[in-house]
């Protein structure tokens, strides 16, 4: 039988390779039911939301890879690196994204989630001169936060 580190490790491992075949559902399956999610664009998902987010992101995410660059956890936390290539969907444009994630654990699922990346790096990938000027801004990161936002409300309609 293996120990509660390997568990979550291979939860990590499999969540990130469900991300890589934007298969949503099973990303959301790895989630506990009252799970909580935060990163720079999505700053507080609970529940249920956490999992749309990801199915939401897996259908508009076209030519999206993603790649586990490293995964370690012990019997109560994780934590991972990962990358995502993709076209952000409201320009077109190429998007490396670096972001560094930390997890904890419940009743074997992933019950709090954060990820951390650069949203200024990201911003000026994704919109470009606007992006580079006013990505340090909290101006841009509220419209950005703001847009996500109501597209997840239109994803669950």
């Not at 076209?87 to 490396?96: D, L, M, Q, T």
């Not at 972001?99 to 911003?123: I, Q």
Request: net charge positive; charged share 30%.
């Amino acid at each position: 039988m293996s120990s509660p580190a390997e568990r979550h490790r291979a939860l990590i491992e499999r969540l990130y390779a469900a991300f890589d075949a934007r298969d949503g559902a099973a990303m959301a399956a790895c989630y506990h039911p009252e799970a909580r999610f935060s990163d720079p664009v999505f700053p507080d998902l609970r529940g249920p939301d956490v999992g749309r987010m990801w199915l939401m992101l897996c259908r508009r995410g076209k030519d999206l890879r993603v790649t586990l660059v490293r995964a370690e956890a012990d019997a109560e936390r994780g934590r991972a690196r990962w990358e995502a290539r993709y076209s952000f969907s409201g320009s077109g444009r190429p998007v490396h994204n670096v972001v560094d994630a930390e997890l904890e654990f419940r009743d074997g699922l992933v019950w709090r989630h954060v990820d951390r990346f650069d949203f200024h790096r990201w911003a000026g990938q994704a919109l470009g001169l606007p992006g580079r000027l006013l990505g340090w801004t909290g101006f841009l990161r509220e419209k950005v936060r703001r847009t996500a936002a109501d597209g997840l409300a239109r994803f669950e309609r």
